[in-house]
């Protein structure tokens, strides 16, 4: 598989099927990458065809939004290859995948990133512990598997994940052990504003939150998690009060609560891979969730041919992103001189529009979700931040006295992201923790891009050969 | 006021650099140490780590076999090591053709000293189980090695500023003055830097730094292309190379293996390592995975490009800068990172007046002859 296309959509979430169908719509040939199976992102993650769906299954309005999407792509016409994990996007632009038939390519004078992105988790004592899992890994669980992560979950963190989790939870037959909140009422009212452009989705929040209160589920609202510890029939979790920027407060500890799963997220990162690697020019805004690439009005990058949409481009939920998506689209086809510049206009403006009401309400959640410098800075010298390399706040803390001053290198010295989680597990903490000392994010800078974007199997990469398919150089000098 | 006066000035914060910074501020000099970016973070800090005399050219032999006795030294007259190993070293032949062209090698690299053996592919397996049933034979040296190169910053970081040199990291030089008996030099964004001494170790950037002093030595500069792996069983205990050279390969304590070589990718001096190119990096990793099997396992976590600096004759330059008192050049050394640490303690012996171990390497063999007057 191989091929030219006017644009490359790297990505079938929300962002990407909004830019992929806009594109084609424009008349543009149009190929869209994924390493899942179909498109939905994690938002709109599918149930893997194989599963059967009972008669009785709740409504679900992302189910809905999500199916509506998948065939809006399928007819569209746009050529899809999922499963395939991209590792390399060159200038031009080229762009490498695996497949299960190994190595594959295409070419095309745009690129969109549309890749999303990373939970969060600030390391606390224990967050390694089997049992212990991410938020958007719950809810992978509950709406694409239909599993429950646990009976009797505590579902901990920021944001409104905190609350659809464990309303799902309910859903599907279990019981919240607790919600604890590191927000406050306060930081909910302060939203409230941004809330009404979306009645629909606070409308559904609030639901949640009735819910929650009618099934008797505790919601400690300005609490963390102090630690969690093996029991001998599950977890402990012994909250934690905090303060408003987040730090716990010294006699902050509650009782432990008995659980079998912990489900917690501290918020999302923008997945900046793809414009790392290109080196487009980026910039640090917490309350976009952290590093972005800069973008114009329409999302282009700084970097002729390559556009970003979505939480890639910083976080602003998934209605934002498919509409986002579609300005992207709309930029390519007049870039490529398949639209013109009045034509442009006309289609991007009701756009911007609606994009413009449901950033709003995007980014309200998105600042609920912002790392806090005094939360990363509460880190216990001996627990582990880079969990792939065992690297701890206490080692991290000697290497930035020693003289590391930005994040590259601190890796380093440290190995804090060098394994195969590429950083993306303890990036955040670890660079706030070398903003600290070096005054701030912007001067701890950000982990060099490299490819490959994925960690990519060896057979798959090197498919099948013989020695005569290897193109040796020429010798090296004697 | 006037700055104060540095005995010397070392400018590159490499391997090279640093060790002579190191020594010179040892030998009693008031020694500043001046890198754009942080200390052994471009070619000393990304390079394969490979302390191999397979690979290194073979009048550098003698060379190489100091700087690896002083990798696997380091914590003693460094400080702090680079988590260096000595292990034995294979260098391989697919092919009839790759068969002569070790013999050739082999024979070359023993008049230097290399211990180095020509053995069958019968021996070379009992070396190394891991090793592909296609090998037709091997070139067999008992003195190989590997360190990770991105400890080397942090473990002459530490020795510099214990030894009182002053260490400038971010502190980019972008021009030299001369005047009142010694150099000026321009810092980007901060007050100029006076010494009496210059040392440029800029490494891939020397050719640039040279022009500086009105001399024109142009140095090519090679994009290197680095790939590791996630940890995986151990399926490796050797340093593997083949007969053209173009593949080096080990397994660190924790797991993973590097894959280098000097496959190329994009780059230049002024954008430093750009982009992989895709056909190269499958070429290496096949590669790899045809020397050793086993590497279908794993998967590749990451990959990067270093920067390696060439002369016209590929040997390097080291000592006195032709035309200019006081001004000294070190750098383009092939393999440099392993016997960087010996090259820098014979300038630094030069520097300090004593008579080094062994020849330097005049760089006005290279100085191209059009070259404008040298800085009065």
């Not at chain 2, 005399?53 to 009048?59: I, N, P, V």
């Not at chain 2, 980019?172 to 005047?179: L, M, T």
């Not at chain 2, 009105?214 to 994009?223: A, M, S, W």
């Not at chain 2, 330059?317 to 303690?345: E, K, L, Q």
């Amino acid at each position: 598989m191989s091929g030219a296309y006017d644009l490359i959509v790297l990505g079938a979430g929300p962002a990407g099927v909004g830019a992929a169908v806009t594109a084609r719509s424009h008349g543009l040939s149009v190929l869209v990458v994924d390493e899942n199976e179909t498109t939905g992102g994690q938002v709109y993650r599918a149930t893997p065809q194989a599963f059967a769906t009972r008669a009785d299954a709740p409504a679900n309005p992302d189910k809905k939004e999500g199916a509506g999407q998948r065939q809006s792509l399928l007819a569209s016409g746009a050529a899809v290859a999922f499963r395939h994990s991209v590792w390399q996007v060159s200038p031009g632009y080229r762009v490498d995948a695996v497949g299960q038939g190994g190595p594959v390519h295409w070419s095309a004078p745009a690129v969109i990133a549309a890749t999303g992105t990373t939970e969060r988790v600030v390391p606390f004592p224990g967050w390694t512990l089997p049992g212990v899992i991410g938020l958007a890994a719950a809810t992978i669980l509950l709406k694409s598997q239909q599993m429950l992560p646990g009976r009797r979950p505590v579902i901990a963190g920021c944001g409104p994940l905190l609350a659809a989790v464990a309303v799902a939870v309910l859903d599907g037959g279990g019981k919240p052990a607790a919600v604890l909140d590191l927000s406050g009422p306060g930081d909910w009212l302060a939203a409230l504003p941004a809330l009404a452009s979306r009645p629909d989705l606070a409308l559904r929040g609030l639901g949640w939150v009735v819910r929650l209160k009618a099934a008797g589920v505790p919601v400690h609202f300005r609490t963390g998690i102090a630690a969690v510890r093996e029991t001998a029939d599950g977890l402990a979790v012994t909250p934690c009060r905090v303060d408003a920027d987040r730090r716990p407060l010294p006699d902050g500890a509650g009782q432990d609560i008995e659980t079998d799963c912990v489900a917690v997220g501290h918020g999302l990162t923008p997945g900046t891979e793809i414009t790392r690697l290109l080196r487009a020019r980026h910039r640090f805004d917490a309350a976009l969730g952290g590093w972005v690439a800069e973008h114009d009005a329409d999302f282009r990058t700084s970097l002729p041919g390559l556009y970003v949409a979505g939480d890639g481009a910083g976080i602003s939920g998934a209605a934002a992103a498919h509409l986002q998506g579609q300005l992207a689209g709309l930029a390519v086809a007049r870039d490529l001189g398949r639209l013109g510049a009045d034509a442009h206009e006309t289609a991007a403006a009701p756009v911007r529009k609606r994009l413009a009401a449901a950033q709003r309400f995007g980014r309200a959640m998105a600042r609920l979700m912002a790392l806090r410098p005094a939360h990363a800075a509460s880190v216990a010298p001996d627990t582990v931040v880079c969990r792939c390399e065992d690297v701890t706040r206490g080692e991290i803390d000697e290497a930035v006295a020693a003289g590391a001053r930005d994040v590259n290198q601190l890796k380093a010295w440290t190995r804090c992201g060098m394994g195969p989680c590429q950083g993306r597990m303890c990036g955040e903490t670890a660079a706030s923790l070398v903003a600290e000392a070096v005054g701030s994010r912007g001067a701890a800078g950000l982990w060099t891009g490299r490819a490959p974007l994925r960690p990519v199997p060896m057979d798959l990469l090197t498919g099948d050969f013989t020695y005569a398919d290897i193109p040796l150089p020429k010798a090296a000098p004697l | 006021m006037s700055a104060p006066m540095f005995d010397v000035a070392v400018v590159g914060g490499g391997v090279m650099g640093a060790t002579t910074a190191l020594m010179l501020a040892r030998g009693g000099l008031r020694t500043v140490i001046l890198d754009r970016g942080p200390l052994c973070r471009e070619a000393s800090g990304v390079n394969a780590g490979t302390l191999t005399l397979h690979m290194t050219r073979a009048s550098l032999i003698p060379y190489a076999v100091r700087g690896h006795e002083l990798w696997l030294s380091a914590d003693q007259w460094l400080g702090r090591g680079v988590a260096a190993v000595s292990t034995e070293g294979l260098s391989l032949a697919f092919t009839p053709a790759e068969e002569e062209m070790l013999h050739a090698r082999a024979a070359a690299r023993r008049e230097y000293g290399a211990p180095i053996e020509i053995v069958p592919a019968s021996r070379a397996r009992a070396v190394e189980p891991g090793l592909s049933d296609q090998v037709r034979l091997a070139a067999y040296c008992p003195i190989d090695g590997f360190a990770s190169s991105y400890l080397t910053g942090r473990a002459y970081r530490e020795a510099l500023v214990e030894a009182g040199a002053v260490v400038r990291e971010g502190a980019a030089v972008i021009g030299v003055d001369s005047g009142d008996g010694g150099f000026s030099l321009r810092i980007a964004g901060a007050e100029p830097v006076r010494a009496r001494r210059l040392v440029l170790a800029g490494g891939v950037w020397l050719e640039e730094m040279l022009g500086w002093l009105g001399l024109r030595i142009p140095v090519k500069c090679l994009i290197n292309q680095l790939v590791v792996t996630e940890r995986l069983r151990p399926v490796m205990r050797t340093v593997l190379s083949v007969a053209n050279g173009l593949l080096s390969l080990k397994q660190f304590a924790n797991g993973t293996v590097l894959i280098g070589g000097g496959w190329q990718g994009i780059g230049d001096p002024k954008r430093g390592g750009v982009q992989t190119i895709p056909e190269n990096l499958i070429g290496n990793t096949r590669l790899a995975r045809w020397v050793i099997p086993a590497l279908a396992e794993t998967r590749v976590a990451r990959i990067w490009l270093g920067l390696e600096a060439e002369t016209a004759d590929a040997m390097p330059m080291i000592g006195a800068v032709p035309g200019v008192p006081d001004a000294f050049v070190i750098g383009s050394v092939h393999s440099g990172y392993t016997s960087g640490p010996y090259m820098g303690r014979l300038l630094a012996d030069l520097i300090l007046g004593r008579e080094p171990e062994r020849p330097l390497f005049d760089p006005s063999r290279l100085l191209e002859p059009q070259a404008a007057p040298a800085l009065t």
